[in-house]
T-cell receptor, first 114, second 114 residues
Framework: QKEVEQNSGPLSVPEGAIASLNCTYS??????FFWYRQYSGKSPELIMS????GDKEDGRFTAQLNKASQYVSLLIRDSQPSDSATYLC??????????????FGRGTQLTVWP | GAGVSQSPSNKVTEKGKDVELRCDPI?????LYWYRQSLGQGLEFLIY????????KSGLPSDRFSAERTGGSVSTLTIQRTQQEDSAVYLC????????????FGPGTRLTVT
């Protein structure tokens, strides 16, 4: 059973456009949600976390969470070529014995072309 | 402050040999995770340590894999009798107790089994 699903892409957008990255998760008791960015050949880095329904904005990034639909998304406004990377969605579910481990999706590859 | 460090950065070993990979988490972080990532693939969870609790070993692919965390800090991932399919980048991450999902990744160890 896949816990976290993302479109693998690649997603290609022109510079200045809005990039929309989507993620669905299977466990309704999931509690917290994260977006990580991974540049080619580098380690993942956390860019956004969201814990409650609605939108959370941080600069050009907006995370959106809808627990009823089990859906979380990341919008990148005014996309730049430097945003080209793989974006990983991660979900934390506290189920006692699992100690609240993080479940990662396989990632969506984003390319922003100038 | 210092981030997560891993050593060695690269390791080439012959099939059948044992290898040890080391992770130094961020000081004060109680949670430590091991993942591996094969070329072009997503993150594969291996094991998760949280404080003094029994680790979540549910991701270890076989009994050739084991991990220890001594004194609540440094961790060692050991792979016995390495196989070619063990070739991957092994990533370590740490997080604080109250922000388990906000993980900070090390630079990884690239393991090549010949």
């Amino acid at each position: 059973q896949k816990e976290v699903e993302q479109n693998s892409g690649p997603l290609s957008v022109p510079e200045g456009a809005i990039a929309s990255l989507n993620c669905t998760y299977s466990d309704r008791v999931s509690q917290s949600f994260f977006w990580y960015r991974q540049y080619s050949g580098k380690s993942p880095e956390l860019i956004m976390s969201i814990y409650s329904n609605g939108d959370k904005e941080d600069g050009r990034f907006t995370a959106q969470l809808n627990k009823a639909s089990q859906y979380v998304s990341l919008l990148i406004r005014d996309s730049q070529p430097s945003d080209s990377a793989t974006y990983l969605c991660a979900v934390r579910t506290d189920r006692g014995s699992t100690l609240g481990r993080l479940y990662f999706g396989r990632g969506t590859q984003l390319t922003v072309w100038p | 402050g210092a981030g997560v460090s891993q050593s060695p950065s690269n390791k080439v070993t012959e099939k059948g040999k044992d290898v040890e990979l080391r992770c130094d988490p961020i000081s004060g972080h109680t949670a430590l995770y091991w993942y591996r990532q094969s070329l072009g693939q997503g993150l594969e969870f291996l094991i998760y340590f949280q404080g003094n609790s029994a680790p979540d070993k549910s991701g270890l692919p076989s009994d050739r894999f084991s991990a220890e965390r001594t004194g609540g800090s440094v961790s060692t991932l050991t792979i016995q009798r390495t196989q070619q399919e063990d070739s991957a980048v092994y990533l370590c991450a740490s997080s604080s107790t109250d922000r388990v999902g906000e993980q900070y990744f090390g630079p990884g160890t690239r393991l090549t089994v010949t």
